[in-house]
């Protein structure tokens, strides 16, 4: 079981490197437009796509198996990625939520949150 207990550091070939927490995730995602109606909300955006985020990145890719390795993390975890009770969505919760996210809007809210971390590198050997 993999967590993202520790700070990731990304990289590609179009950004430099810059640290990715589940705070600083979860700052992006506050900037995205929720679908959602407010009066069936149990789980925050933030925390949803943080779990989605945090899941993929442990090679979790499937519905299923993200709301799966959800619900086996540590309460420390849950409550770093916005779960404070340590309940998690199952995967009809996270299924709805993705069959209503606007992709478009939800890269432009990363793009604007992380864009300063990112811009064009000279030289790919100065990694």
Not at 104 to 111: P, R, V, W
Request: proline share 7%.
């Amino acid at each position: 079981m993999q967590s993202m207990s520790s700070p990731v550091a990304v990289t590609t070939a179009e950004i430099v490197p810059f640290v990715l927490t589940p705070d600083s995730l979860a700052a992006a995602f506050t900037q995205a437009r929720d679908p959602r109606r407010m009066a069936s909300v149990t789980y925050t955006l933030p925390a949803m796509l943080c779990l989605a985020v945090s899941a993929l990145l442990a090679n979790h890719r499937s519905v299923l198996v993200m709301a799966e390795w959800g619900a086996r993390q540590s309460p420390d975890l849950l409550r770093r990625l916005g779960f404070p009770d340590g309940r998690t969505p199952g995967q009809s919760t996270l299924q709805r939520l993705f069959a209503k996210l606007d992709g478009d809007a939800l890269s432009a809210a990363l793009a604007a949150h992380f864009g300063s971390a990112a811009h064009p590198m000279s030289d790919a050997s100065d990694l």
